[in-house]
């Protein structure tokens, strides 16, 4: 594993009145596949920072770290990423502005229940983090 990530993003949940419902997002490179929100660390950002302004960049979302989750690691293009994830609760339901978040207009992103976000993410890895983040959440 790489000593230090270089991406980060969120499993981030929000809590209804009878459910609870996690947040996809469409991925960029393959715009049929539902990952979760994650991005580049910017010089000088912290992990969690950087997880915090990817979920309002991707989704127009404001969340708050909760827990952290784990780190996944995969090659892309022959470059080696590590993410580093944190589950996230969303802090309201209304979006951001579009000057807070302006690649948000460009995504497609959904609120879906767990059974139904494990079904759409596009890679076991995914899968697993939001498994943990369910168990997590449910601990806390």
Do not use: C
Request: proline share 3%; no cysteine.
């Amino acid at each position: 594993m790489s000593d230090k990530p270089t991406h980060a993003g969120g499993v981030v949940f929000r809590e209804l009145d009878d459910h609870v419902e996690y947040l996809l997002v469409r991925a960029n490179s393959a715009q049929r596949e539902w990952v979760l929100p994650k991005g580049h660390i910017e010089r000088g950002e912290s992990t969690r920072d950087a997880a915090v302004r990817e979920v309002l960049e991707e989704a127009a979302v404001r969340a708050k770290i909760v827990a952290v989750l784990g780190v996944i690691e995969y090659t892309l293009r022959d470059q080696r990423i590590t993410v580093q994830f944190y589950l996230m609760r969303a802090l309201r339901d209304d979006v951001a502005s579009a000057h807070d978040a302006p690649a948000a207009a460009e995504r497609e992103f959904a609120w879906v229940p767990v059974e139904e976000a494990q079904q759409r993410l596009a890679y076991d890895t995914y899968r697993q983090l939001l498994a943990a983040a369910e168990r997590k959440r449910l601990a806390s």
